[in-house]
């Protein structure tokens, strides 16, 4: 029987790397998006000429009734695999935050999460997958105070929802991407010596890709995972292990 699982944020980026992934494992992918159609008709023109299945549904997280209008949309579908990965992020530090972008990073990356999946569990049979996308800012410091408190809330609600859903056979697992080539981290190739400088801090030697953190998420949705629940898995390729040449001490 062919599974089904909900993508959000995939229009591009991640989400569309995990959105191809498990399309390419054979699920029918809900791509959700939150403002760019002509995006995710894309990720959906890709899935579809590689074989795979899948159709896009907007809903606009940041809004009250967002959670709703995605499941009017989805329809009572059975959901057998959840991916949280819509977020946004506007890089304020604590001297310039403001209580409205609190609300709207909060609203799109803890808030839309905790009720989608409240929205899913009646959807989702015993043995479903929920797989939350935090951040490596979560175990190294960031000036981004509020988007780094959104995603250490991530990690918390995977724990939390591991053990509560655990008699149901359901895993909650949690992708912590290191740095990774993605819109939201263009000053990669935007700044000069940006990607050399990160290749020099990271174990194996280049930059992250998209597709590694879809392959990622493709194992804790299927049924290799099936003994692995509330764990906070970091793909970074050695992020920060330590200096890549011998230290010197006098």
Known sequence: ????????????????????????????????????????????????????????????????????????????????????????????TVLTATP??????FAVNVKAPLFIIQRALP????????????SGVTWFAVPEVIYAMTKGALNVLGRSLANTLGEKGITVNTVSPGITRTDMNAWLD???????????ITALGRVGEPT?????????????ARWVTGQVLEVNGGLLLGPLEPVHHN
């Open 1 to 92: 029987m062919t599974k089904t699982a909900l993508v959000t944020g995939a229009s591009r980026g991640l989400g569309r790397a995990i959105a191809e992934r498990l399309a390419a494992d054979g699920a029918q992918v809900i791509v959700h998006y939150g403002s760019n159609a002509a995006k995710a008709e894309e990720t959906v023109a890709a899935i579809e000429l590689a074989g795979g299945k899948a159709f896009a549904v907007q809903a606009d997280l940041q809004a009250p009734d967002g959670v709703d209008r995605l499941f009017d949309a989805i329809a009572d579908r059975p959901l057998d695999i959840v991916v949280n990965n819509a977020a946004m992020f506007e890089g304020s």
């Open 100 to 105: 409205e972008e609190f609300d709207r990073t």
């Open 123 to 134: 959807l989702m049979p015993d043995g479903g997958r929920i797989i939350n996308i935090s």
């Open 190 to 200: 935007e700044n000069p010596g940006a990607a050399d400088g990160t290749v020099g």
């Open 212 to 224: 590694d953190i879809g392959d990622a998420v493709a194992f804790f949705a299927s049924d290799d």
